[in-house]
């Protein structure tokens, strides 16, 4: 069974730095995918993040950008410059395609301090 | 803009009365899921459905039932909620041969009095 796990309950980070947010996971799977998704306060989940588990490059969104690490079942988030609007929680989740369902981690809570 | 819509947002319900909450989509996903989200905790799945084909999670109470009459549609029916059913209930879609990523839409907070 997949198992997705985020070791960092809560992070912070001061307006314009870089943070990262780690997440490991455990498979058997060669094909998967796996993903960030962001939840402010009160708000909708919204995915920050893609990537495709056959793709040797690591996906980047702006000032978002993962190292995903296939050999060692690793897969961080790194923001940059972060702004107040990246106060949130965020989820890293695991799909394959052969069951349809995502695995999600326990969530990681980035707070930014102006 | 194509969207998930969940209604309604917030829900009162009584312990031991029925609740339904539904959920309506855009996107014209072909797969559709129900979470349930406890206070800063995982989305925990309760069911998917991949066009017609119902799957339900092993742990899911019985208490929970769901219903995908088209492809548009999905509901959520807790039959006698109790007060530990109280949390936010989260529809998403994703479509098959596509990214696979999830959206989401706003959920439904149920609080069961």
């Known amino acids: 069974a997949q198992t997705v796990t985020q070791s960092q309950p809560e992070m912070s980070v001061q307006e314009a730095e870089t943070v990262t947010l780690s997440c490991t996971y455990d498979t058997s799977e060669s094909d998967y995918y796996l993903f960030w998704y962001k939840q402010p306060p009160s708000r909708q989940m919204i995915l920050v993040i893609r990537q495709e588990a056959y793709k040797q490059q690591n996906a980047t969104e702006n000032r978002f950008s993962v190292n995903f690490q296939k050999a060692a079942k690793s897969f961080s988030l790194k923001i940059s410059d972060s702004q107040l609007g990246d106060a949130a929680m965020y989820f890293c989740?695991?799909?394959?395609?052969?069951?349809?369902?995502?695995?999600f981690g326990t969530g990681t809570r980035l707070k930014v301090l102006a | 803009d194509a969207m998930v819509i969940q209604n309604p947002r917030y829900q009162v319900t009584q312990f031991g009365k029925p609740v339904t909450l539904s959920c309506s989509q855009t996107?014209?996903?072909?797969?559709m899921y129900w979470y349930q989200q406890k206070s800063s905790q995982a989305p925990k799945l309760l069911f998917h459905?991949?066009?017609?084909?119902?799957?339900n999670e092993a742990d899911t109470p019985d208490n929970f039932q769901s219903r995908r009459p088209n492809t548009s549609f999905c509901f959520l029916d807790i039959r006698s909620p109790g007060l530990g059913d109280a949390a936010m209930y989260l529809c998403?879609?994703?479509?098959f041969g596509g990214g696979y990523e999830q959206y989401f839409g706003p959920g439904t907070r149920l609080t069961v009095t």
């Open positions: 998403a879609t994703t479509r």
């Open positions: 459905y991949y066009d017609k084909d119902f799957n």
């Open positions: 989740a695991f799909f394959t395609s052969g069951t349809y369902k995502y695995i």
């Open positions: 996107l014209n996903h072909n797969v």
